[in-house]
């Protein structure tokens, strides 16, 4: 736990930054310089990196120092140069025959500036293409040290990591917020080696073996005939393939479950997927999961916001990590293992531990904490870092071992393999975002993009004439040694154990362990995408699979779709629900929350003691007014316009004005009965009913109430009233909670 006085700090510290971000200095206003319009004719060296954003530590593929400046090798003294390092002279005009050309071949800046640019893009990732990545430092709470002799996860030992957010089946340019599985990808660079936890938001995986891989993305990524629809599962393709293949049923209930479109990435959970095997100092083992718990609790948007995000602002979570970093409010996950004895059977409860389609409830294994990870440095370059970091499930170090989970196995291969394209050859571990921060002596010789600059004659064991070296590591060395696990002698075989038939238990237990407003998300988000499919017969063939979760489910769906909701064809199993899985019903902190506040510049009562406020409590306020700029002569400053505001960007919204129409209010509409004498623009009534419709917590004093009262949203979750702190204060418990749940209609129980 930190100390008061530090808390205050970093508070004080991250309200300045907010402070500086939400109001940069605009011409016009003391202390902003008036920005000049001409470039500056006096050379000077590169830009540095910003102030928290000093570049990846250099080391040399062999591992040691190189003493480059951390910036790398991208900008390097003040003129302008071909790649070979000549000045340039002219970059605006390619060299012609006369004024009127044409061009001359012998232009080598043209065509080499031409030909770079041609070659900028490598293949993106065959999926998870889509990503946003930042750095941070892991800390060990030493907890883990009786099951696992990690270095890392020592008590007190900082690692830096890299960690890589992404959506699955969306290509590079694709919208954040679509309904999808999260990647939550973790490179942590410890002192005994990479090791790479590659993990999703979601617990359990769509197959139980990775031969299955290429079909299930196949059926989820657009139909190749038209490439539609891009970033998402609602078409016939992917309802085909999990209707006909049920071991997708647990994965494809916590896609459309909430999980499937998080608030935040701050707001995700991670998980491991697999139970890997652990071994301790004695080399004892035990099997565990990994599990990553956000401090600012679970949260996810709305499916109607999420849908406009994406329209409105693609680049939702990217913007909301990246913020959040650079305003201070740093993102933190504790690592969590769930640990179980590693016995012949590899089950605990009954539940087959190497089946990646199911969970151990928190109930039976409690997820105990080991570590903190706190994301703390945003990339200076996406390319470099984000585009080129590779990670893989074989980047492991002592005391983190494999299982036999058919799934695992497969991945062992499929992410080494996939970087040979992607990266051009196999020599991607030397780009930087991808080095070890210990020494690499790997033998490994040539190949495209070599930038080591080998010595020695010798890449082969047994050699005398490097002098023996590199040397194989003694057990006082701390190598990776794979645990002897026996293998069973058995026939060669493409089959699965019994208990891998199990394909409805989970999903039931999954369903009867939401409240009802998520049962509820959970019935339209299947009734949204089903209805979007073509084929009747796989509308039906899914209403099938769902009668064998649970028949309310079932006939709710059916009902949307107009369609009879089928028996089931298998007996429920009686299971157990498992608290632990719903997002709803607790209190979580506010920091880093977005309020927008509608002000009206005639009356600003109460809005500069709730903005600092919302600042001192870790949160951003974004001030609302009908033009941008100072407002009035208050020293206060609009973020956002009527023009610019859209009610998705909010977690709250507090209302101190009712501005009344402004010229670019279009299309013009009446203030509605009960408000006499009120026209208020219809942006702001627009913005309140989004944010009612979304279950937001909406705050109003003062002038704001007339807003509030045109737009006809009062009632739950609505704080009115004369003294704006007491209505902010309110409004806090209701933030707390996430959203205003009750404001959900709720019809299964
Ligand atoms: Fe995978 C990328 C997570 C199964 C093959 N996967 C990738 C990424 C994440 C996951 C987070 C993005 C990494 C990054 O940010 O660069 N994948 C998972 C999880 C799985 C899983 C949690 C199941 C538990 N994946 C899986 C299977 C296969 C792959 C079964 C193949 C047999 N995954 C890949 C890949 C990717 C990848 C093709 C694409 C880009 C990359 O690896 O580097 O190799």
């Avoid at 389609?357 to 945003?378: D, F, H, M, S, Y």
């Avoid at 006809?712 to 009233?721: E, R």
Wanted: negative net charge.
């Amino acid at each position: 736990t930190r100390k008061p006085g530090k808390v205050k700090a970093v508070v004080e510290k991250a309200v300045d930054k907010v402070t500086e971000m939400v109001n940069p200095p605009i011409p016009g206003v003391p202390n902003s310089e008036p920005p000049s319009l001409a470039e500056p004719t006096d050379p000077r060296g590169p830009l540095p990196p910003k102030g928290d954003q000093d570049g990846p530590e250099t080391v040399s593929p062999t591992g040691a120092p190189t003493g480059a400046p951390k910036t790398s090798m991208g900008q390097q003294g003040e003129f302008l140069t071909t790649s070979a390092g000549a000045r340039i002279r002219d970059t605006d005009h390619s060299l012609k025959a006369g004024e009127r050309g044409p061009t001359l071949l012998q232009d080598h800046h043209l065509r080499e500036k031409v030909m770079h640019f041609d070659h900028e893009r490598i293949p993106e990732r065959v999926v998870h293409a889509r990503g946003y990545g930042a750095h941070g430092t892991f800390v060990g709470y030493g907890t883990a040290s009786n099951v696992c002799k990690s270095a890392f996860l020592a008590d007190g030992i900082e690692t830096p990591v890299f960690v890589r957010f992404s959506t699955v089946l969306g290509s590079r340019g694709s919208a954040d917020t679509v309904r999808d599985t999260r990647g939550f990808a973790t490179k942590f660079y410890t002192q005994e080696g990479n090791f790479d936890l590659v993990g999703n938001n979601i617990p359990v995986f769509f197959i139980q073996d990775g031969i299955k891989f290429p079909d299930v993305i196949h059926a989820g990524k657009p139909h190749p005939d038209r490439e539609i629809p891009q970033a998402q599962s609602a078409h016939d393709t992917f309802w085909d393939f999990v209707s006909t293949h049920t071991e997708a049923t647990h994965h494809v209930m916590w896609n459309m479950s909430d999980r499937g479109i998080p608030r935040s990435y701050r707001t995700m959970e991670g998980f491991g997927v697999h139970t890997f095997r652990l071994v301790n100092e004695a080399g004892e083992t035990v099997l565990a999961k990994f599990h990553w718990k956000p401090k600012l609790g679970v949260h996810s948007l709305v499916w109607e916001e999420a849908q406009m995000i994406n329209g409105f602002d693609p680049d939702f979570h990217r913007r909301d990590l990246a913020d959040a970093i650079e305003s201070g409010a740093h993102p933190q996950w504790e690592l969590g293992l769930q640990i179980f004895p590693d016995t012949p059977k590899q089950t605990f409860e009954g539940i087959d531990l190497l089946d990646p389609t199911k969970i151990v409830p928190e109930e039976l294994a409690p997820v105990q904490p080991v570590g903190l990870l706190t994301l703390n440095r945003n990339t200076m370059n996406f390319f470099a870092e984000t585009e080129q970091v590779a990670f893989h499930l074989g980047n492991l170090v002592p005391g983190i071992d494999v299982t036999d989970d058919p799934l695992f196995q497969a991945r062992l291969f499929s992410y080494l393999d996939t970087q040979l394209t992607r990266l051009a050859g196999p020599n991607f571990n030397q780009i930087p975002i991808n080095r070890p921060h210990v020494p690499v002596n790997d033998m490994f010789r040539d190949g495209y993009h070599q930038h080591a600059v080998h010595a020695g004659v010798a890449p082969y064991k047994p050699n005398t004439l490097d002098g023996g070296n590199p040397f194989e590591a003694g057990a006082e060395n701390r190598p990776f040694v794979e645990v002897a696990q026996p293998v069973a002698r058995s026939a060669k075989v493409r089959e699965a154990p019994a208990s891998y038939s199990d394909h409805f238990s989970q999903p039931r237990l999954f369903w009867l362990s939401m409240s009802p407003v998520e049962k509820e998300h959970l019935i339209r988000a299947f009734t949204f995408e089903l209805g979007k499919c073509y084929e009747q017969a796989v509308k039906e063939r899914q209403l099938q699979v769902l009668a064998n979760v649970d028949a309310t489910l079932c006939s709710e769906v059916a009902k949307g779709l107009g369609l009879p909701a089928p028996a089931p064809t298998v007996r429920p199993r009686k299971v157990t629900p498992s608290p632990a899985l719903s997002q709803v019903g607790q209190t979580w902190p506010t920091d880093g929350r977005l309020i927008g506040i509608v002000v009206d510049p005639a009356d600003l009562d109460g809005v500069r003691t709730v903005r600092e406020t919302i600042l001192a409590g870790g949160m951003v306020p974004l001030l609302i007014a009908p033009t941008g700029g100072p407002i009035g002569d208050s020293g206060l400053v609009a973020q956002r316009t009527l023009l610019t505001a859209r009610s998705i960007e909010f977690d709250a919204l507090l209302l101190a004005g009712s501005p009344p129409p402004g010229p670019d209010a279009v299309p013009a509409r009446d203030a509605k009965a009960g408000a006499p004498g009120t026209a208020v623009d219809p942006r702001v009534l627009l913005m309140i009913e989004e944010c009612y419709r979304h279950a937001k917590a909406i705050g109003a004093w003062g002038a704001g109430r007339a807003a509030l009262e045109a737009s006809g949203c009062t009632g739950l979750g609505v704080v009115t009233g004369d003294d704006a702190s007491k209505v902010f204060t309110e409004l806090m418990t209701l933030l707390g909670a996430h959203r205003v749940w009750d404001r959900f209609p709720a019809t299964v129980s």
